[in-house]
């Protein structure tokens, strides 16, 4: 213990030194893990973004056509002499079934309202209220996940016709449909075509 004491001073200081590069190394090697551990979380967060990503722009394009195929089969159908909202079943089906979530979220119903309303103004103008009381019930409750209708009760509104419409704050597109287009040949029929001595029509209607 006595003997070179300058050597062992200075093996002690060459050996502090070596343990702090040590310990310097160990923080920096774990700084590195917990970095390569982050970037390899982060690298499998951004993945699962680009897959989600790329499945709703797959829906988002699937929808684009089934959409496109609502509105050119309604002009279709409007410019032709066809009576029956039965060809659009099937793309509307396929818009409630498939893209329910979207139904909501994109507000479809306004797209599905705008493209049969001409049709449905076409085929109420021939309609006859008291003989065909039920005409439409069927298709638009088959329609009933695509057709929004709200089940609240609210302060009124103006609708097109100028009319005040009770309803939650503004109608929605299928509500304002039947307001616009449905009530009025409804409302004219029965006061033009019904008799309180045969009720049963309009009871049903």
């Not at 690298?43 to 990503?53: G, N, T």
């Not at 209220?129 to 329609?143: K, L």
Request: hydrophobic share 40%.
């Amino acid at each position: 213990p006595t003997r070179i004491p300058e050597v062992r001073h200075n093996i002690i200081l060459i050996s502090d030194a070596c343990k702090t590069s040590l310990d310097g190394l160990a923080r920096e090697g774990k700084t590195l893990a917990e970095r390569k551990n982050f970037v390899a979380r982060e690298d499998l967060r951004l993945k699962k973004i680009v897959d989600e990503e790329e499945h709703l722009i797959s829906r988002l394009e699937r929808l684009k056509l089934v959409a496109s195929d609502v509105c050119s089969t309604a002009q279709g159908l409007s410019a032709s002499d066809v009576q029956s909202l039965d060809p659009l079943s099937p793309l509307i089906y396929r818009l409630s079934s498939d893209f329910s979530a979207e139904i909501e979220k994109y507000r479809l119903d306004e797209i599905i309202v705008a493209a049969i309303t001409p049709l449905v103004r076409r085929m109420v103008a021939s309609w006859d209220p008291m003989r065909e009381p039920t005409a439409f019930i069927s298709t638009f409750r088959h329609w009933g996940n695509a057709l929004k209708t709200s089940n609240r009760h609210g302060q009124s509104v103006l609708s097109t016709n100028g009319q005040s419409a009770p309803t939650s704050s503004v109608m929605l597109p299928f509500e304002a449909l039947l307001w616009d287009v449905w009530l009025p040949k409804a409302r004219k029929s029965i006061n033009n075509d019904w008799t309180p001595q045969v009720p049963a029509p309009a009871v049903k209607l």
